[in-house]
């Protein structure tokens, strides 16, 4: 479901980082609080795999996928911390046979469908070994810094409570291996373990500041009467020594052969006194002792942070990380014993064989037989229950409310699919179905989960308290008589409640200070018990120590009504009205980053009982809406954390920590390569250049809808493709100006009798995959490198709006006017005047802006003097202006008449910017440097140059002024305005300022391309609906939004700069070797 629900978001341009989980607990943001790279990553290979495979088959496989190879990362990792390799060996076989008795260990129990599914612990364990082996090599050896800093940041994003566990087995991992080394040892170990604390705490930044910005509203359910104190405090020393002993820790159900060899492995490594055997000891020690609890450490235990939130009874995962290597040593020693008598050792081998893996070989396999049978059982028992599914589906096409089937303490537990097995109850598979529920909870995590166990299915205020509106419950059960039939089936009975739906007016009665979760629990209990009699809410503040200000209690508005309820996971629309005012609850869980806004204003939200959202209306009717946004700093410390992360590879790439020897051979045979490949022909990179386009196609194709507004044409695509209709049915539709006059693709389209809207897409297309080779065509004129030019092709390509504007709004042809602006410059540049006219025509009939490049032709022929200069720009721009003019006189559609003139228009948009009227002025400003990133910083990077060329080739400062001109007086949007100057700034930017650049280096090029994608947000979540569109151009987002992407342009502007500045690889190595072996 969370991997469902996170592609859900990625697909609707909601963050996936940070979004609602609406089916479970009233709702709550699961991935503000809980780890999420393991979810996000099926989510990637299913964009990767360009949706070819569904969700749910790549998530099983993914699982299978790390269920089989755990014994191969254990291998690895012993052997990179050097253990020998039978130790190894035996320990990477023990890893996948540990069997505990599910007690939510590192035993396959707890992945598999007989126990408890745990995927992101199954990503730990693997993560957890890499860490320690990371760690632990970098400590030793001083290398491998990159290593222990992304392994330990994927274990804090795919686990919390095992990232946890990592540093306290680290913090051990750290102190054996340096007791009795000498100090500069040591203070080189203190700075590599510094420099790796210090890099994961920046690149998780994002999950772990967030989450302590908002603590309060994940429930610490520590104390609730609802959870198992064994969950919380553990078992204590005497029961779980009996399970060490009794060989239940490693054994459950066998012969203890592993509980033995991890006995046998602590005596050999005091015995043999191996640092690194007695490291595994002391971490043994330590998890054991933590393991016990509370019971036995009792306040002790306080000492560690966050003991509240601690799940105590999951350190079991820490005495599996340090036995399961015991196992390995303790094999490996009674091996040793035998090397001098072959015989011996071979028949110690068959015994061992025999003795060991025959037992825990054959528990497993009646294990897996079980659980396979239970699977099939439950999979075939589902599949014949068509009478839940459709059951279901009425609930989530009828909507409106929560569905309910029972608790595990009632008849719930008996909707089990008649499997003969405790297994797959009626309420787990609303969560499968994606159906919101009242339901056991599922992890407790929301503030008001907890009261949902007090659920009364007999009182009719509990169904409208949670919005519950429907109840399946089985065939001749005694339900409430207020409960109605909506449908009946063999098996089950659908009901429907009285229930007022999501969003009610309520009355509050008074306004409470409340300090701990404790305290919140025990007024919502008190509260709630007395809830059906008085049918009013309390007003929390929370957490706090005083209540606030008047008002202390609002009355109900028994008038009021709610009319108009659309509900999306992460938003709602309300139409409602009361006379007076009132309270307007939202029966989800309550959280800060909800943001009601009532008829557009932003309105304060507070929280009810019990932990509900709830804002205060003014009396009359309003349209309301309530949205969730992602924590505000989530975005910036994202992208620092992937700023951090490419910044540790670049690192990484050029040690920073190593000799300097290795790099001077790497950087001669990477001469010699690249001297190998000197004779890269030109048509051979022209190709390269057009492959680039059609990878960056694929790649945003899978992160980019279609727009939906007005049947997937979009605003203007509307109106093109009239032009075609108009066209195609000889004048018959009226087509407003200027698309009327724009009629060279409405043409094309017409003759290839493609609906409008493939057709034109598919010329988009075209004109996209031929715009690569253009540019880089034209920057080669100009002498940039071949590595230099494709490098520009890259950044082109990734613009937002480039390629992805091409498969978002298929019915525009902007693609089209881009390429031909390309086909214009390069034409022009070279003197081909019949081919540069010809484009010119086509431009002018098809962007009659591109008509402004007829005087460039002039700047850029006038030093063959001023007659002959005019001469060309006549020949070239003649063809032009004629067919502009003869469309205008003799247009081939008809032309609406009405709408503002020209000179309006023009004063209209110039007065937006002027006044800065909806922000104009700053919209205007920001739309270059938002939508063309890093193209804009390049040539003020080095302004000298950069103004000694546009000196010497004026065309190009006239280019420059003219698209600058013309986004002023085009209109509002003013970022596909702007995209013009792309060919002016590459020249600048990839021929001039980077070839003489005394700092440039490829890996400052690989950081700036990086950056580059960050200042032009990159893949930013884009939805199809009108809104989503707003919110993605410059010229329209909201001004938060438009905030936010100047901050985060700042910030990659900034890093940029400080980039050209920082001693990353040999100053102008691309220079040195590239131009004068790349170059054709």
């Not at 780890?35 to 990767?48: E, G, N, S, T």
Request: hydrophobic share 55%.
């Amino acid at each position: 479901m969370f991997v469902e629900r996170a592609s859900e978001a990625l697909a609707s341009g909601e963050n996936p980082f940070d979004t609602w989980v609406p089916e479970l607990e009233l709702g709550f943001p699961q991935f503000l609080y809980y780890q999420h790279l393991p979810h996000l990553a099926v989510v990637a290979l299913h964009r990767a795999l360009l949706g070819s495979v569904d969700l749910v088959t790549l998530f099983n496989a993914l699982r299978y996928l790390l269920l089989v190879t755990f014994p191969l990362t254990v291998l690895w990792s012993l052997r990179r911390m050097g253990l020998p390799t039978v130790a190894a060996c035996v320990a990477a076989g023990a890893a996948s046979l540990v069997s505990a008795s599910h007690r939510y260990g590192f035993e396959y129990d707890s992945y598999v469908w007989r126990g408890f599914g745990m995927y992101t612990q199954l990503w730990a364990v693997h993560l957890s070994f890499l860490a320690v082996a990371s760690f632990h090599s970098l400590i030793l050896r001083g290398r491998g810094h990159a290593l222990a800093i992304l392994t330990f940041s994927a274990l804090a994003l795919s686990h919390l409570l095992y990232a946890y566990m990592a540093a306290i087995t680290l913090g051990v991992v750290f102190v054996v291996t340096l007791v009795g080394r000498d100090r500069a040892t040591i203070r080189v170990a203190i700075r590599s373990a510094a420099i790796v604390a210090g890099a994961v705490a920046v690149i998780t930044s994002y999950m772990w500041v967030p989450f302590l910005v908002v603590p309060g509203y994940i429930n610490e359910s520590y104390g609730s009467p609802y959870i198992r104190p064994t969950f919380y405090d553990s078992f204590g020393a005497p029961t779980i020594l009996g399970w060490l002993v009794s060989g239940q820790l490693l054994d459950a159900g066998r012969v203890p052969m592993f509980t033995l060899l991890c006995a046998v492995g602590i005596a050999a490594a005091i015995r043999l006194r191996s640092r690194l055997a007695l490291t595994f000891v002391a971490l043994f020690a330590v998890w054991l002792v933590l393991y016990f609890g509370r019971p036995t450490l009792g306040p002790l235990l306080d000492l560690l942070p966050l003991h509240r939130s601690l799940l105590v009874h999951r350190f079991i995962g820490g005495v599996h990380l340090a036995a399961i290597p015991l196992v390995g040593i303790g094999a490996a020693w009674l091996w040793s014993l035998l090397e001098r008598r072959p015989l011996a050792r071979t028949t110690a081998l068959a015994v061992l064989a025999i003795v060991l893996l025959i037992p825990a070989m054959r528990e497993r396999w009646t294990y897996y037989t079980f659980n396979n049978e239970w699977l099939g059982d439950t999979r075939a028992a589902l599949a014949a229950d068509t009478d839940a599914r459709d059951l279901i589906a009425r609930v989530r096409e009828l909507g409106g409310g929560r569905v309910y089937a029972g608790m595990r303490n009632n008849w719930g537990e008996s909707l089990g699919f008649g499997l003969p097995f405790r297994g797959v109850k009626l309420y787990n598979l609303f969560a499968f179905e994606r159906a919101p529920s009242l339901a056991p909870p599922y992890r407790g995590a929301s503030v008001p989960s907890d009261v949902i166990w007090d659920f009364r299915e007999g009182v009719a205020a509990d169904y409208d308290l949670f919005g519950v509106r429907f109840v399946i419950a089985p065939r001749g059960l005694q339900v409430a008589p207020f409960l109605t039939t909506v449908a009946q089936t063999v098996r089950y009975v659908l009901y429907e409640a009285p229930t007022s739906g999501y969003v009610e007016y309520v009355g509050v009665a008074g306004r409470v200070a409340i300090p701990t979760q404790a305290d919140l629990l025990a007024r919502d209990r008190a509260w709630f018990a007395d809830y059906p009699a008085s049918r009013t809410y309390l007003r929390y503040d929370y957490p706090a120590r005083a209540a606030g200000a008047e008002p202390t209690a609002t009355p109900p508005c028994p008038s009021g009504l709610v009319t108009y309820v659309r509900a999306q996971p992460s938003r709602f629309d309300v139409v409602a009205s009361c006379p007076a005012a009132a309270a307007l609850a939202f029966k989800i869980a309550y959280h800060p980053n909800w943001v009601v806004r009532v008829d557009g204003a932003q309105t304060e939200t507070f929280m009810l009982s019990p932990g509900i959202l709830a804002v205060a209306m003014p009396p009359g009717r309003h349209f309301v809406t309530a949205e969730y946004l992602s924590t505000p700093a989530k975005a910036p410390l994202l992208v620092l954390g992937a700023l951090a992360v490419l910044a540790v590879l670049a690192v990484a790439w050029r040690p920073a920590f190593a000799s300097p020897a290795p790099r001077r051979r790497a950087l001669v045979a990477w001469a010699a390569r690249v001297a190998a490949r000197r004779a890269l022909a030109e048509t051979d990179a022209v190709i390269v250049s057009f492959a680039i386009v059609a990878a960056v196609f694929l790649l945003l194709a899978p992160f980019t809808p279609r727009i939906a507004a007005n049947r997937g044409l979009g605003f203007d695509g509307e109106s093109y493709a009239l032009a075609v209709a108009s066209l195609r049915e000889h004048g018959a539709v009226a087509v407003s100006a200027p698309f009327a006059y724009r009629i060279a693709p409405a043409v094309l389209v017409a003759l290839s009798g493609l609906d409008p809207r493939a057709g034109y897409q598919l010329l988009d297309v075209v004109a996209s995959l031929a715009s690569g080779p253009l540019l880089f065509l034209l920057l080669r004129h100009y002498r940039a490198s071949v590595p230099l030019a494709l490098l520009a092709v890259a950044w082109w390509a990734v613009l937002p709006f480039g390629l992805r504007l091409t498969l978002y709004y298929p019915a525009l042809p902007d693609a089209v006017g881009f390429a031909l602006l390309l086909a214009i410059l390069l034409t022009a540049v070279r003197g081909r005047l019949v081919l540069c006219a010809v484009a010119l025509a086509v431009g002018a009939l098809s962007r009659e802006s591109l008509l402004a490049l007829i005087p460039f032709t002039a700047l850029l022929w006038y030093r063959d003097g001023p007659r002959r200069a005019a001469l060309r720009m006549t020949l070239v721009g003649a063809p032009a202006l004629v067919g502009f003019a003869a469309t205008h006189l003799f247009p081939l559609v008809p032309v609406l008449a009405g709408g503002p003139s020209l000179l309006e228009f023009v004063r209209f948009h110039v007065d937006l910017v002027v006044s800065d009227t909806y922000g104009g002025l700053w919209r205007y400003l920001l739309a270059a440097p938002l939508s063309l990133g890093l193209f804009v910083a390049l040539p003020f990077f080095a302004p000298r140059a950069s103004a000694a060329f546009l000196r010497r080739e004026p065309a190009w400062a006239y280019l420059v002024a003219a698209t600058l001109f013309l986004a002023l007086v085009g209109g509002r949007d003013d970022d596909r305005l702007v995209y013009g100057l792309v060919p002016a700034l590459a020249v600048l930017g990839f021929a001039v300022v980077l070839p003489a650049a005394a700092w440039r280096s490829w890996p400052r090029l690989l950081i700036l391309t990086l950056l580059h994608l960050v200042a032009i947000r990159f893949l930013v979540p884009l939805g199809p609906d009108t809104p989503s569109w707003f919110d993605y151009a410059v010229g329209w987002m909201s001004p938060p939004r438009l905030v936010n992407a100047a901050l985060q342009g700042i910030l990659a502007f900034s890093l940029a700069a400080l980039v050209t500045l920082l001693p990353l690889g040999r100053p102008r190595l691309g220079r040195a070797l590239g131009d004068r072996t790349l170059r054709t």
